[in-house]
């Protein structure tokens, strides 16, 4: 399985980005419905921080901060996951990677949200 994110770009605080990472490889089609997906992001210098998780379609969990601002979602028939993020703010900047388990850790390469101030 391979992950690719998407979406990232530059919004004022207070704005709305949503991100998609798309699965795709061999087993993707077979085993994405069973993955756990979840979001991390990562500032320079900082440790990569927990954003989202997304189990089954309705199993969600979110990071500090991040409760009703943000919203993970995810279609297993495109293979994909969402992360619609609202009200944002600038300490949300980062490069945001989506995450699996599927013999081992597998990231996306992540999509750079900066959010103005």
């Known amino acids: 399985v391979q992950l690719q994110a998407s979406g990232g770009g530059l919004v004022q605080a207070g704005g709305s980005l949503t991100l998609v990472c798309t699965a795709s490889?061999?087993?993707?089609?077979?085993?994405?419905?069973?993955?756990?997906m979840a979001w991390y992001r990562q500032v320079p210098g900082h440790q990569r921080e927990f954003v989202a998780v997304?189990?089954?379609?309705?199993?969600?969990n979110y990071g500090r901060g991040m409760w009703g601002r943000f919203i993970i979602s995810r279609d297993d028939a495109k293979k994909t996951i969402a992360l619609q993020m609202n009200d944002l703010k600038p300490e949300d900047t980062g490069t945001y990677y989506c995450?699996?388990?599927?013999?081992?850790?597998?990231w996306g390469q992540g999509t750079q949200v900066t959010v103005s101030s």
């Open positions: 997304i189990a089954g379609t309705d199993v969600t």
């Open positions: 995450n699996t388990n599927l013999r081992g850790e597998i």
């Open positions: 490889g061999s087993d993707s089609g077979r085993y994405f419905r069973d993955l756990v």
